[in-house]
């Protein structure tokens, strides 16, 4: 038996695999797709599981054929179209499927059938480790309550919709683009590619399964400014990118950046453009009547507050609208000495502390790391395995052409086979040369570390 391979090696591979049949917006997308994939081999050793969410503003960008060679290389996967929540519950509560939902937009688009409630329910309980669905379940009188286990890796994807903001809070949001003339792909044959992504899914087996302790006891180190919620989401991603090391950790860590502190395409909930609106507005000022709040909010250019419902922005729906973050209007006194209704920036009402709590600073963030040094609480690997030097090159643009995969894979197949004939039908070629960080630095190890000491 042939040693396993080594993580550089798989996820290198699946990364060329990826470019030859899909062309993506930027570098982190490719970053991203081949640790989503390897999640999905050891999910049940995190706490989450992030979703993978692809949506696009027209058709023909590539969603689907994503979720294609998700279905190739993800560990047991379904790909469904429109299934109910009954369906879903009922397969993942089997265990051990990776979910791939097509058309999503069908569920939540307006007018769509009742249901997307119960589905809706299913993607954000099963985003967590032991969260279970209950159900009745039975005829007649005989009915009894089932608690099914919801808990599974998945991925959505569909036309720009109106999915809820507690789906995309749990997820890696890609905002699809169509390729442009210029942005080749090779032509894709489900019977040609099944067999080419069958040692890419050996290959992630190898690895990973010798290594669920490892990641079990993982607690990967967050850029600066992740944390809650999109900690929650990226920390499987940055343990199996730890695990894997090589220059994998420093653009897993890039790609965590990238997604979580990307501008979304999406609009934000109206309150918050209201706060932001609000906040500008006031500069340095303690107090505003809330007519002259009105006045200056109705002035901003394509902000939207001249058109509530048909009608202007008024006091109002001004004080509506503001309500939810606990922030009400008051007496005040003005510079003349009369009195008139308005809002405050301190105390209790006051508009600061809603300022705080929502709004994000605008001070440039800082892009030095919080804790630089990935950490396994277990130091050594399950199984050791030896070094393997690999053919590199510059990192190429996210456009270039892609060479033939073939050899990537039939060079994994080499390494999860016993020694002897092979047996993959794949033709050699020329081997692929894989991306190096622009800077060289081979060790996620040791950049981290760089990183601390220029802090």
Request: with cysteine; glycine share 8%.
């Amino acid at each position: 038996m042939r040693k396993a391979p080594t993580g550089p090696e798989v996820l290198d591979v699946v990364e060329a695999f990826y470019r030859k049949y899909a062309v993506y917006p930027t570098q982190h997308h490719y970053t991203v797709l081949p640790l989503w994939a390897a999640h999905t081999y050891v999910y049940e050793e995190f706490d989450t599981s992030p979703r993978l969410f692809l949506d696009s503003a027209v058709p023909g960008s590539g969603k689907t054929r994503t979720l294609e060679l998700l279905d190739e290389t993800a560990k047991n996967p379904l790909m469904s179209f429109g299934a109910t929540s009954a369906a879903l519950i009922r397969t993942i509560h089997k265990g051990g499927r990776t979910i791939l939902m097509d058309e999503i937009d069908t569920v939540y688009n307006k007018g769509a059938a009742g249901g997307s409630e119960d589905v809706t329910a299913v993607v954000n309980a099963g985003y967590k480790k032991g969260a279970t669905v209950p159900k009745c379940v039975g005829q007649g009188a005989e009915f009894d309550v089932i608690e099914f286990d919801a808990y599974a890796p998945m991925a959505l994807a569909g036309l720009h919709s109106n999915v809820p903001d507690a789906v995309r809070s749990r997820a890696i949001h890609f905002r699809m683009k169509k390729r442009k003339p210029s942005e080749k792909v090779s032509a894709f044959y489900r019977r040609e590619v099944t067999q080419e992504a069958k040692p890419i899914r050996e290959a992630f087996e190898a690895w990973l399964e010798s290594n669920r302790d490892t990641l079990q006891a993982a607690r990967p180190k967050m850029p600066k400014g992740v944390e809650d919620r999109p900690a929650e989401v990226w920390e499987p991603l940055l343990a199996i990118a730890d695990l894997a090391s090589g220059e994998w950790p420093e653009r897993a860590r890039e790609a965590c950046n990238h997604f979580v502190f990307a501008k979304s395409g999406y609009a934000r909930p109206i309150g918050l453009d209201l706060l932001a609106d609000i906040r500008t507005i006031f500069g340095s000022s303690k107090k505003m009547t809330s007519g002259d709040l009105v006045t200056a909010l109705i002035s901003i250019p394509e902000a939207g507050w001249t058109d509530m419902r048909g009608s202007f922005l008024n006091q109002v729906t001004l004080a509506k609208l503001l309500r939810p973050f606990d922030v009400h209007s008051r007496t005040i006194r003005l510079s003349s000495g009369a009195t008139a209704k308005g809002y405050v920036v301190a105390g209790e009402g006051g508009l600061g502390e809603a300022w705080e709590r929502n709004l994000s600073s605008d001070d440039e963030r800082d892009q030095e790391y919080s804790d630089p040094e990935p950490e396994f609480l277990s130091s050594q690997p399950v199984t050791t395995v030896t070094p393997v030097t690999l053919q590199l090159n510059e990192r190429k643009g996210v456009t270039a052409p892609v060479a033939d995969s073939r050899s990537a894979t039939a060079r994994v197949t080499s390494l999860v086979t016993e020694t002897g004939p092979a047996a993959s039908t794949v033709t050699p070629v020329t081997p692929v040369t894989f991306p190096q960080n622009a800077g060289g630095r081979g060790s996620g190890k040791a950049w981290l570390l760089e990183q601390e000491a220029t802090a």
